[in-house]
């Protein structure tokens, strides 16, 4: 069967879904891993057979129906896992009813959640679809298991030190595109219209977020001037500017500002977490860390449910006693079960059985399996066509530092970095691995950001 996976942001998503794909080529399935425009190249030269179509979401505006509706006339198959999740806001009916709709559930052959919350207001709000509504959890959690720690090893750049992980979560107020461009992508994607609160949130994110990363640098400062002799490692969120954490943070003795790959290796080799109002706090505590949650003033708007997790404080003193008393028990080795039961609130978001949510979803996709999903598609044309657009591309970049006005289009992709060839075959080796997969997985890179994995038994 084909299998294409949509990826929006690589250094959240791609690991995941590697896992994904890894898994549904040794069970026998030709696995497309890619950004939306290789997907859309390959859609609309008729090179890609028709398969499922794995989408990030299915937020109810209309280029996504029509693309989704586009793909189903032409026997394709839409599942889909918002990377989203809504781990962080207390229930689930507005995300329910912005993210979703009848119209894209309706289009969708299975609708994969993250926990129980989740698939019970998905099924309570969409009642005529509740049997294509599943809880599986996420690949990316997967991924924060201890059983995957060899697959992560050492991130690049870790500091000699033991460090402190700082995670940010600021991007309303230190985003990549400017703030305007982001109200407006919200705006015309429906949000504001389906949800009208959204709007004066936006803002109220945006104000706090600028307390948060102000209070944040002075917390640094301090930790830096006053510590047992670790180091601090700052990780911007993936849409902040890295570049504004440079400045803000220039001169700090041994302190670090990482934003390249993964989280979760960073997650895994430091000696604990900080954040506020982070989705790393729930991979933290999944993966036996120790979390600071900091919170140094009222917030109105960024109350987030994993700000309810770890050691919360709100002073600097608190803050130093409380990191430096984690430090002393990691050297002294007794921090290892330092999470002893899991809260309720995660069980609640987050479904984490024995299986494997990257199992359970391939496994529901070839209950979804019939005639037409499994035609050969043109893989070796598509490769072709990419090299003669990344030529193209590789001009147009060029021509813009000339002439920045007629050829904008041709702008960096922020969310997705290329891949390197070697860098993807040893990540889909060590799955390999870990998963003690027997069955030989062949893996190509087909573009800068299209990935093909599959039995190497298929041509």
């Not at 044309?381 to 021509?399: H, T, Y």
Request: proline share 4%; net charge positive.
């Amino acid at each position: 069967m084909n299998i294409y996976i949509n990826i929006e942001i690589s250094v959240r998503e791609l690991d995941g879904k590697l896992l994904l794909g890894t898994i549904a080529a040794a069970r026998g399935h030709n696995v497309i891993i890619s950004d939306m425009s290789g997907i859309d190249r390959g859609l609309r030269n008729k090179f890609f057979a028709p398969g499922i179509f794995h989408s990030k979401c299915i937020t109810p505006f209309d280029a996504k129906i029509n693309a989704h509706q586009t793909m189903i006339n032409n026997g394709f198959v839409i599942t889909s896992l918002d990377e989203e999740a809504n781990l962080q806001m207390t229930g689930y009916d507005e995300f329910s009813k912005s993210r979703y709709s009848e119209k894209t559930i309706g289009q969708s052959s299975a609708v994969f959640c993250w926990g129980k919350e989740d698939l019970k207001m998905l099924k309570q709000i969409y009642p005529k679809h509740a049997s294509k509504i599943h809880m599986t959890c996420s690949p990316r959690v997967d991924l924060w298991r201890s059983f995957f720690n060899d697959y992560w090893g050492k991130p690049n750049g870790m500091p000699k030190k033991p460090f402190l992980l700082i995670s940010s979560n600021t991007a309303y107020a230190n985003p990549i595109k400017p703030f305007y461009e982001n109200i407006n992508f919200t705006d015309k994607a429906g949000y504001y219209k389906r949800e009208p609160k959204l709007f004066e949130q936006d803002f109220g994110n945006a104000s706090e977020d600028y307390l948060k990363m102000y209070y944040f640098i002075k917390a640094i400062k301090y930790l830096s001037k006053n510590n047992n002799g670790y180091d601090i490692v700052l990780r911007p969120h993936p849409s902040e500017n890295i570049e504004s954490w440079k400045v803000f943070l220039k001169g700090i003795p041994n302190v670090h500002v990482i934003q390249e790959g993964a989280i979760t290796p960073w997650v895994n080799k430091s000696f604990a977490v900080m954040h506020n109002g982070c989705t790393t706090g729930f991979e933290a505590i999944v993966s036996n860390k120790p979390l600071i949650t900091y919170v140094p003033f009222k917030q109105n708007y960024s109350t987030v449910l994993s700000n309810q997790l770890g050691s919360r404080v709100e002073t600097l003193e608190e803050l130093l006693k409380t990191v430096n008393d984690l430090f002393s028990l990691n050297k002294e080795g007794n921090d290892k079960n330092i999470n002893k039961t899991m809260p309720n609130l995660i069980m609640d978001k987050l479904n984490l059985d024995d299986e494997l949510a990257a199992e359970k979803i391939v496994k529901i996709w070839e209950s979804l399996s019939r005639d037409g999903l499994s035609k050969t598609s043109n893989f070796s044309a598509f490769q072709l066509l990419n090299k003669l657009v990344e030529f193209r591309d590789s001009i147009g970049f060029f021509l813009r530092k000339i002439f920045p006005e007629r050829f904008s289009r041709f702008r960096k992709d922020l969310k997705f970095e290329p891949l390197e060839r070697n860098d993807i075959y040893n990540r889909v080796n060590k799955l390999q691995g870990i998963l003690g997969i027997q069955e030989k997985v062949e893996c190509k890179l087909l573009a800068k950001r299209t990935i093909l994995i599959k039995p190497n038994n298929l041509t």
